[in-house]
Structure formats: structure tokens, C-alpha cells
T-cell receptor
Framework: NAGVTQTPKFQVLKTGQSMTLQCAQDMNHEYMSWYRQDPGMGLRLIHYSVGAGITDQGEVPNGYNVSRSTTEDFPLRLLSAAPSQTSVYFC?????????????FGPGTRLTVT | QQQVKQSPQSLIVQKGGISIINCAYENTAFDYFPWYQQFPGKGPALLIAIRPDVSEKKEGRFTISFNKSAKQFSLHIMDSQPGDSATYFCAAGGGGGFKTIFGAGTRLFVKA
């Protein structure tokens, strides 16, 4: 199993550009989440999904969109990038039936917005 | 208010010493308290977790102590090793909702 994979590893955007961060998992986990990690602020939840076709907002959803058409994939879209979105982004998944709070994280995407 | 407060921000420990990281939470509905370990350039990985029906859980050199009445829990790393140097996050989740709230993190450095 590859676990949780994220692409790209690094990305530089100009203000106003849009892009999609990809996340995929091969563990058949129902739950998937997107977090951003900023120095001194821990991990903050952006959006999450409890299954295909179901998404909801986390703590810091503004400026981001998600959709979940399959169990495996959970892409995060930045609609119009801003310097405040410079961060490291992590995708995570967890199994609903075993322990939905035991999350498996991907390796992250480091995004810089200039 | 769903906050998890973590201290200290950074910690330097001698090899063989005990590392202690503390967390406090506010929402009494939380019923799952994990600790994650993160090495530079990697994603966080689950280290150890506890539920509030026990006061202590030990896995190897890692122990969680849990004080339900004080709404506090802590991670103890016994016989700390240079390989333990990483950032540690406490978190709280459960209580009927899916969301997990993370602390701000503690950067641990173990001196050889």
C-alpha cells in the first residue's frame, strides 16, 4: 500500500492564480481531511469528507474548495491564491469503522504564493 | 470553544533524560486524545493515543498521563534519544463530531 499520496511536493504560485492540490489514498478509508500547517499554529482543518459525495467545512475554509467523487481521491482547490495561503498542506485519511480519529497523513505539499 | 493548548513550544533534553509535553483542552465532549510525531519534511504520524476512561497508557518509552478533572494530558518520553528529536502535536477529538483539534506543537531536541 502506498498509503496517502500528495502531489505536487512543492508549488510556487503568483497571487490570483488557481491550482489543485491532489490527494489520494489506497486504504479504502471513508474519512479524508485537508489541513494547513503554519509555524506556531499547529494543524488547522480546512475541509473534510466523511464519504464520497459528502464534504464539510473545517476551521479555515475560506479560499478553498473541495469535492469527493470517489473514495480514493480528495482534491483541494485554491480559487484565487493569496500570500496568506503560503503554507504546508497535509491530506489525511482515517477508517470510519475502526477508529475515525486515527489519521494517516500524506507527506505534504509546500505552497508559496508570491 | 474548541481549543487545545500545548506547552512548551520547544524543549531541549539530554540523552537519557525524560521529555515532558503538556496539553490542556476545553471541550469536555472530547473522548480521544492522540499524540502525533512529525519529522522534518514528513507528515505527522500517530504515536500513541488515550481515551478518558483510563489515567495512563504506556507504549515502550512513551507514556500518556490523563487527568480528566483538570482537562489535561501529557506525553512523557523516558530515556530520550537523539532519534526522538521531532515536533510533537497533541490533539483532541471525538464526542460525536469528526473534527480533531490540534495543539500548536512542541519542537523537541535531544542532545547526544
Amino acid at each position: 500500500n502506498a498509503g496517502v499520496t500528495q502531489t505536487p511536493k512543492f508549488q510556487v504560485l503568483k497571487t490570483g492564480q488557481s491550482m489543485t492540490l491532489q490527494c489520494a489514498q489506497d486504504m479504502n478509508h471513508e474519512y479524508m481531511s485537508w489541513y494547513r500547517q503554519d509555524p506556531g499554529m499547529g494543524l488547522r482543518l480546512i475541509h473534510y469528507s466523511v464519504g464520497a459525495g459528502i464534504t464539510d467545512q473545517g476551521e479555515v475554509p475560506n479560499g478553498y474548495n473541495v469535492s469527493r467523487s470517489t473514495t480514493e481521491d480528495f482534491p483541494l482547490r485554491l480559487l484565487s491564491a493569496a500570500p496568506s495561503q503560503t503554507s504546508v498542506y497535509f491530506c489525511a485519511s482515517s477508517p470510519r469503522t475502526v477508529n475515525p480519529y486515527e489519521q494517516y497523513f500524506g507527506p505534504g505539499t509546500r505552497l508559496t504564493v508570491t | 470553544q474548541q481549543q487545545v493548548k500545548q506547552s512548551p513550544q520547544s524543549l531541549i533534553v539530554q540523552k537519557g533524560g525524560i521529555s515532558i509535553i503538556n496539553c490542556a483542552y476545553e471541550n469536555t465532549a472530547f473522548d480521544y486524545f492522540p499524540w502525533y510525531q512529525q519529522f522534518p519534511g514528513k507528515g505527522p504520524a500517530l504515536l500513541i493515543a488515550i481515551r478518558p476512561d483510563v489515567s495512563e497508557k504506556k507504549e515502550g518509552r512513551f507514556t500518556i498521563s490523563f487527568n480528566k478533572s483538570a482537562k489535561q494530558f501529557s506525553l512523557h518520553i523516558m530515556d530520550s534519544q537523539p532519534g526522538d528529536s521531532a515536533t510533537y502535536f497533541c490533539a483532541a477529538g471525538g464526542g460525536g463530531g469528526f473534527k480533531t483539534i490540534f495543539g500548536a506543537g512542541t519542537r523537541l531536541f535531544v542532545k547526544a
